[in-house]
């Protein structure tokens, strides 16, 4: 304990190991988010970049072929950016790279916001996905880090409610 290079060493050891648990987490939401797409028979892609959007949902038309509608995602894994605002107690997501935020803003897509979190007492999971870029866009909002997160839970059902948004279901004929 008292030797410095041994120290170094455990605290490498222990940084390296934090980053394969940042990994394995990010595998688990990439899982989530492909199982929820194939459920609700649409399209995900991961993308291979790390500027801030990790995949993409194209959503497929009212007879099935893929549109090129899309939207893209954002994975966030556990509670690392999850805050609690003083001023209201609300949820809050704080993004700590405010570069991401413009990038947001700028996609030809609208970017959801997925974060896996695990409560710290009882342990369990939720995955829930907000519409990011409408919030960012409000001028008001543009110079805040601290997002409030009003996301829900991202199963076929929220899937599906955001392709009905882009094909409105089809008439009935009487």
Not at 21 to 48: V, W
Not at 91 to 100: L, V, Y
Not at 128 to 140: F, V
């Amino acid at each position: 304990k008292s030797d410095p290079v041994a120290r170094k060493i455990l605290a490498m050891d222990e940084l390296a190991t934090r980053a394969l648990d940042a990994q394995a987490l990010e595998q688990i939401l990439i899982g989530h988010m492909m199982a929820t797409c194939g459920e609700a028979n649409q399209i995900f892609r991961e993308l291979k970049s790390d500027y801030g959007i990790d995949g993409e949902v194209e959503f497929k038309d009212n007879d099935g072929r893929p549109s090129g509608k899309k939207i893209y995602v954002q994975l966030k894994s556990d509670n690392v950016y999850r805050r609690t605002r003083q001023s209201d107690g609300s949820e809050a997501f704080e993004m700590k790279d405010k570069r991401h935020l413009e990038h947001w803003i700028t996609q030809a897509f609208d970017v959801y916001l997925v974060v896996r979190q695990t409560e710290p007492i009882t342990g369990a999971q939720t995955i829930r996905w907000m519409h990011i870029t409408r919030y960012l866009k409000d001028p008001s909002h543009k110079t805040s880090r601290l997002i409030p997160f009003t996301g829900e839970k991202l199963d076929m059902e929220a899937v599906w409610k955001v392709r009905d948004q882009f094909f409105p279901k089809p008439r009935q004929r009487k």
